[in-house]
Nanobody, 124 residues
């Protein structure tokens, strides 16, 4: 059973930064593709960023140039650093672990089988 616990959400003014954390085991962080997703009210859950076991990253859409995904295996933590936040970034943010090796690491919801409970980010 993969346990993921997000933290760091909150309310922030437009243009400000926020860093999300996701606690996970060292085994999961070192052996799984990990990703961040978000879901705004009334919208589908969408992928934001992914990080491969070797540390290579993929950012999606508006996350490019503003967000950074990283992991610190020694601290058992996955991060999402967000800058220049805008009201449209308001959503529940989830971290997730890919379900099994697939040969690629991309934040496609159907490929991820383990999810945290989410942390709310509100930008005003």
């Amino acid at each position: 059973h993969v346990q993921l616990v997000e933290s760091g959400g909150g309310s922030v003014q437009a243009g400000g930064p926020l860093r999300l954390s996701c606690a996970a085991s060292r085994y999961v962080l070192s052996s799984h593709c990990m990703a961040w997703f978000r879901q705004a009210p009334g919208k589908e859950r969408e992928g934001v960023a992914a990080i491969e076991t070797d540390g290579s990253t993929t950012l999606i859409g508006s996350a490019k140039g503003r967000f950074t995904i990283s992991k610190d295996i020694a601290k058992n933590t996955l991060y999402l650093e967000m800058n220049s936040l805008q009201p449209e970034d308001t959503a529940m943010y989830y971290c997730a672990a890919q379900g099994g090796y697939r040969g690629y690491c991309y934040p496609n919801r159907a490929d991820f089988g383990s999810w945290g409970q989410g942390t709310q980010v509100t930008v005003s």
